[in-house]
């Protein structure tokens, strides 16, 4: 009992520090400034919940989503940056002659820490780290049946994320064409999954627009 409250609550305490640091990191990357960016792109990811034996589903390989993040420079070469991005996972199986549909959205937003190397002036390499949220949805239909009609329950969460990683930025014309790699932990009840995701888009100094 003891144990279960103590895991119950440090999960609630990092749950509010997460989303504590989230808006006021986006309120900082809200800030006007010459030297602010936003960032747009396309974003590739993988949740590994894992594969379920009985349906053969193996979730969840999101190919499609995307990414937007903006960042307010507190150095030359640190910043603090917001972020926003959503993918989507669908499969569908035929199941005693009835086909489901199954699906999942993964919503996430963070705010954290940006390091780059701006000396390079044909590349900027970069790291961050970041804390946040995700919001997990998933959604089902039987023979064009909501499930969640039948079952009488909401499927989705918000759970506590941290991020690390990085990329480089390539300077073509008066924006960056950005390269990113990340992974992820998703604290969901019970057990933390692993993600990793690829993004690739533009990056835009604010004072050019």
């Known amino acids: 009992m003891t144990r ?66 903006a960042a ?13 991005d959503w993918s989507r996972w669908s499969d569908s199986e035929i199941i005693f002659g009835t086909g489901v549909d199954f699906s999942a959205s993964f919503t996430t937003f963070g705010g954290g820490i940006r390091w780059s190397a701006r000396g390079n002036p044909s590349a900027t390499p970069f790291v ?35 991020q690390f990683g990085g990329g480089v930025v390539i300077p073509v014309g008066g924006v960056g064409v950005v390269g990113q790699f990340d992974y992820r932990r998703f604290f969901y009840e019970g057990e933390g999954k692993n993600s990793i995701r690829f993004v690739a888009g533009i990056r835009v100094p604010l004072g050019s627009l």
């Open 4 to 69: 279960g409250v103590s895991e119950a609550f440090v999960t609630t305490l990092l749950r509010r520090l997460g989303i504590a640091v989230v808006f006021g990191a986006i309120t900082l990357a809200a800030a006007p400034a010459m030297a602010q960016e936003i960032s747009i792109g396309y974003q590739w990811q993988n949740v590994l919940i894992g594969e379920d034996d009985e349906l053969g589903l193996d979730c969840c390989n999101a190919p499609f989503g995307i990414n937007f993040d």
């Open 72 to 84: 307010f420079p507190i150095t030359p070469a640190i910043d603090v940056v917001g972020q926003l």
């Open 128 to 162: 961050h780290a970041l804390l946040g949220a995700v919001h997990t949805s998933f959604a089902c239909e039987v023979a064009n049946i909501d499930c969640d009609d039948v079952l009488g329950e909401d499927l989705s969460s918000t759970n506590f994320m941290m």
